[in-house]
């Protein structure tokens, strides 16, 4: 079932509910769906291709356009609002984008990169174009396009189909008893697959969406939880973790009418879990395992299962999940391959990234294991990806860029343990012979070049990096 | 340079897009449009790299304006 067949739904069974509140904008489904059909229209000049890109920050114009791209038979590349001036070219250049459409704040940014061959639009240049009534458009399997950093340095097109959609979201409303009574606070970005899942749960069971623009203002998503008698909150760990720093009593209320949060599976403080247990009187976290190309393959309820705070559940109805060990030793662990119809057929125009997916099971590239009732634990990566909060980053890319600068003789970024982000991104930096470089100087140009996640939290300046007679670094000797 | 001038600087640094007339120092976190998690952790790395000093993980949560990050940095170089 196509996305918009459950917006369809919706307006079927609750005209006049409330879709979606965006701080003091609000929408019913029927006005929901009013909206996302004139946005439809307002894109029809561009018929010359298939693919709309998206970019804009949290907002009830992102799911306005997102549905009405869609709805107009076309996919959505999701854009990251913060992007770095080579990743948007080379994801525009692989995508074959036909325009992106933005808010204003993107827009400022983006029209700077004078570079761009494709038109810049913002929704309100689009929307007031005149309304070209009802239309008729051709339907399209896929639904949208999102770029990962997965295990190369170059970002690799993930296409997901309205039918991976449809498995996923009815996976996660049977797991985690999604309904249309439920209120969800949602301070995750959309662009990003745990925020978008959200969204269409929401849309699937017809529930009340209210969208937050992030998580950094914790009093306001606190007075949030309170003011719309929410009944579900998503947020990362990291959000989790900061909020045990206001006093118990302040979270025992706000929480109180709160029957599920759900988080993701980078790296939850135990600690986190166990406070969490006790303030929600009256409901459950959850996680969940998945990726990008697989998502949400996996479900745990923290609450049922005492004693598996670092498990990322078992495997959801209909997926397979296996662990492949390359050598015959005593450890359990093997590379997690996953297949269902939760997981892509093929990458986006990459034939090399296509070559981890072998008869549709997906390797991961994450290393695990299962214990003896089938709950599957996360031990690490067979890769040097690093995992900062959710973002995956190739420490290639950086090395690239801070090669760039003279003074450097040889670099080698690597992941090293952080108590909110999981990982972080460290730099040993080998210094040519009397150079006056510095780590701010390091650090800004890594700022200008950089997206913000991806800039090294530490810096060692070091004599050599120890690398492998074929020149390859050897980070798990940095680690 | 003296602190107060290079911690002015990194919040220019780590906020591009921000004018010399948005900048003050009680300005708070929630009214910055790009302060998330991230640009947090790029304040504490731009800090620590500059003043040579090492913030713990509870004087990092704390900080929520130019002027925390000021005290802070300060309280360490006493």
Known sequence: MSIINFLKNCVEKYPTKLALVDGKKSLTFRELYQEVQN????????NKKNIISLCSENSAFFIIAYLGIINSGKMVHLLQPEISENNLLNQLRTSDSEAIVCSNIVKES????????IPVLEFNELLSRPNLGMMTYKTNELAYLIYTSGTTA??????????????????????LGYSNSDVDILPLPLYHSFGLGCF???LFVGSTLVLLKNANNLEYVLESLKKHHATTLAAIPATLTKFLKFDRKILDDHFSNIRLIITNSTSIPKNTIQNFKQILKNGHLATYYGLTEASRSTFMIFDKTDGREESVGKA???????????????????????????????YWNNTE?????????????????FDEEGYLFLTGRNDDIVNIGGEKVAPNEIEEIVKQLPGIEDVAAFGIDHEIFGQVVKLNVVKSKDSNLDKSKI?????????????P????FVESIPKTDYGKVKRFMLK | MDAKNAIKDIFFQVFPNLAEKDFSWDKEQKDYANWDSFAQLNLITFAEAKFNIVLSLEESISIKSANDLLQCIQAHLK
Not at chain 1, 110 to 117: A, E, G, Y
Request: glycine share 6%.
């Open chain 1, 39 to 46: 946005f439809s229209s307002s894109i029809a000049v561009f």
């Open chain 1, 200 to 202: 269409h749960t929401s």
């Open chain 1, 353 to 369: 990234a296509d070559k981890n997916i072998v008869d549709d099971w997906l390797r991961t590239g994450d290393i695990g294991y």
């Open chain 1, 110 to 117: 983006l029209v700077k990169h004078t570079s761009l061959k």
């Open chain 1, 443 to 455: 650090l800004n140009h890594c700022i200008k070049n950089l997206e913000k996640f991806k800039i």
């Open chain 1, 316 to 346: 959801a109805l209909g997926v397979q999940i296996k662990i492949v060990k390359e050598s015959q030793g005593n450890s359990q662990a093997g590379e997690i391959w996953i297949k269902g119809n939760n997981v892509i057929k093929k």
């Open chain 1, 154 to 175: 170059e970002p690799k097109g993930v296409v997901i189909s309205h039918s991976m959609i449809d498995f996923t979201t009815k996976n996660i409303v049977n797991v």
């Open chain 1, 457 to 460: 939290a530490k810096i060692d």
